[in-house]
C-alpha cells in the first residue's frame, strides 16, 4: 500500500481540538463514502470504518486504508462468522450478534461504522465508549436504549444529526443500503458537487516538508535527523521511529486534478539519493580502494588510512593510480567473461554428447523390436497336437490336446499307438500291452478268442 504524507483523519481531529466544523465534516464525508462505496463495489466488506484508516494524501484528500479485515461477500450477501472482527467502538449491532450465532450482516456493517465516525467528527467522541470492553458491546447490541446526543457540549444542525441516526440504526432502515443516492439526496450534502469532489481543494492542506515527513502523524518523531528521515527510503531496514510504517510504499500518484506536493519531493528526493549512490559506488572509487588495499604493506599503512584521490585533487600521480585500477577491474572482468565463456562451452558440448548417446540408444532399441517382430513372424502359431481315442472302434473321435508343443509333429496313421488292452475270461486283473492299429483292433480280438477257445 502506498505511504500517504498528509496523516490520518485521528490526528486530523486532535489538531482541531477532537472535533471539526460542520463544513469540514461534509469534505471528509463525503469522500470516506465514496471510498466505502469503491470497496462494495468490488464486492467486498471492508469491517474496519475508523479515523485511524482513513488516510490524508499530501493534497488533503481521502484515502481508505488497512485492508486486513477486509472480506469479499459470498453469494447471498452475508458474512457469517463467530469472531467480532473490526474495532470494538466501532463494530455494529449485527456483527456482534453474529458472533452469538444470530445469523450474518452484510456491507451495512461499514455504514453503521461511518456514523460512529460521523458522530466522533462532529462531536468529539465516540456514542458507545464505556469503561470495558463488555459494557461497550452490550451498549451497541442494546443502541436504541443507550444512543443518544450529549446534552451539554458542541451543538450540531438537524442536517447533521439526521445523518447520524440514518447511520446508527437497524440495519434494514439504514442509508447506503441503495448506495451513494441515499447520501446524494441527503440535505447533509446539499450543494455538494459529487463529481468533482476530487477536485476540490481540501479544507486542510498538510503541512509536508519530505515523502518520508511522520509529522502528520501521531508519533514523537519531532527531532529526526536527515539519516533518520531517510532511513526508510537509503536503507533496506527502517530505523526505529519508523516502525510504525513497515509495509507502506512511497509512491505519489496524481490521479486527480488537484496538485499533489508529494511528487515534487520525491523527484527532489530521487535526486539526492542518485548523487549519494554515485559518490559512494563509482567504479573509479571502488578501483582505487582495491588498488590501495593491494599494495599498501604493513610498513606502510598509510594508504589504509587516506581516502583514495581521485583525478582533481591529490598528488600528481593520482591520474596514473586511477588508470591502473581500471586495467586491473578490467582484467578480471575480462577473465570472468572468458571463464564464464569457457563453462558454457562445456556444457554445450557435454548435452551435445549425451543427445549423441540418447540417439545411439533410440536405435538400439528399434533394431530389438524389428528383430523380435521378425522373429515372431518366422515362428507361426503352432498347431493343436490332434489326440485319438484308441478305446473306440475307429479314431475318429478325438480328444481334447493337453497342451501344445511348436516341435512335435502331428501324428499320422501309419503309427503303431500302445494300448491297454482287456483280456476275456482272465480272472487276475493283469493286461497285456499290445500294438496294434486301430482299424485291425476287432480283428485281433476275434482271433484271441479263438485261441483261447
Not at 34 to 53: E, Q, T
Not at 74 to 92: F, H, W
Not at 138 to 167: C, M, N, T, V, W
Not at 382 to 397: F, I, K
Request: glycine content about 8%.
Amino acid at each position: 500500500m502506498d505511504y500517504y504524507v498528509g496523516g490520518d483523519l485521528l490526528t486530523l481531529l486532535s489538531k482541531f481540538g477532537d472535533r471539526l466544523p460542520e463544513d469540514m465534516a461534509q469534505f471528509y464525508l463525503a469522500e470516506m463514502v465514496l471510498a466505502i462505496h469503491s470497496v462494495h463495489k468490488l464486492g467486498y466488506v471492508h469491517r474496519d470504518i475508523k479515523p485511524d484508516n482513513i488516510l490524508l494524501t499530501a493534497d488533503g484528500h481521502v484515502r481508505l486504508g488497512d485492508f486486513g479485515s477486509c472480506l469479499r461477500l459470498p453469494e447471498d450477501g452475508l458474512v457469517r462468522s463467530t469472531l467480532a472482527v473490526g474495532t470494538p467502538d466501532y463494530l455494529s449491532p449485527e456483527i456482534l450478534r453474529a458472533v452469538e450465532g444470530g445469523g450474518g450482516y452484510g456491507l451495512e456493517c461499514d455504514w453503521w461504522a461511518l456514523g460512529i465516525c460521523a458522530y466522533e467528527m462532529l462531536l468529539g467522541t465516540t456514542p458507545f465508549y464505556a469503561e470495558s470492553l463488555s459494557e461497550t458491546y452490550a451498549k451497541i447490541i442494546h443502541f436504541q436504549d443507550y444512543f443518544e446526543f450529549p446534552s451539554s457540549g458542541p451543538e450540531i444542525s438537524d442536517k447533521a444529526r439526521s445523518l447520524i441516526l440514518g447511520l446508527i440504526c437497524e440495519r434494514e432502515d439504514r442509508l447506503g443500503r441503495k448506495g451513494l443516492s441515499d447520501f446524494r439526496g441527503h440535505p447533509f450534502f446539499s450543494g455538494l458537487d459529487w463529481a468533482s469532489l476530487h477536485k476540490i481543494p481540501a479544507p486542510f492542506l498538510p503541512e509536508v516538508s519530505n515523502p518520508t515527513d511522520t509529522s502528520n502523524f501521531d508519533i514523537m518523531d519531532d527531532c529526526l535527523s536527515e539519516t533518520e528521515t531517510l532511513s526508510d527510503v537509503t536503507d533496506r531496514a527502517p530505523t526505529g521511529v519508523h516502525l510504525a510504517f513497515v509495509g507502506y510504499s512511497y509512491t505519489a500518484t496524481s490521479q486527480t486534478g488537484a496538485i499533489d506536493r508529494s511528487q515534487d519531493i520525491m523527484m527532489q528526493i530521487d535526486d539526492t539519493r542518485q548523487r549519494d549512490w554515485e559518490s559512494l559506488y563509482t567504479p573509479v572509487k571502488l578501483s582505487q580502494q582495491l588498488w590501495n588495499l593491494t599494495n599498501a604493506g604493513p610498513e606502510d599503512p598509510s594508504p589504509l588510512l587516506e581516502p583514495p584521490p581521485t583525478e582533481d585533487e591529490g598528488p600528481a600521480g593520482s591520474p596514473h593510480v586511477t588508470t591502473e585500477g581500471d586495467e586491473a577491474m578490467s582484467q578480471q572482468l575480462s577473465q570472468l567473461n572468458e571463464d564464464l565463456q569457457s563453462r558454457l562451452q562445456e556444457a554445450e558440448r557435454r548435452c551435445y554428447e549425451l543427445e549423441t548417446e540418447m540417439e545411439r540408444l533410440k536405435g538400439e532399441i528399434q533394431h530389438l523390436k524389428n528383430s523380435k517382430e521378425t522373429e515372431l513372424s518366422i515362428c507361426p502359431t503352432p498347431l493343436a497336437l490332434p489326440g485319438y481315442c484308441v478305446d473306440a472302434p475307429t479314431d475318429r473321435q478325438r480328444v481334447t490336446p493337453a497342451c501344445q508343443y511348436p516341435l512335435v509333429t502331428p501324428l499320422h496313421r501309419h503309427l503303431l499307438l500302445f494300448h491297454r488292452v482287456w483280456l476275456p475270461q482272465v480272472r487276475s486283473e493283469s493286461y497285456l500291452l499290445v500294438c496294434a492299429e486301430g482299424v485291425e483292433l476287432s480283428a485281433w480280438r476275434r482271433n484271441r478268442y479263438s485261441e483261447l477257445s
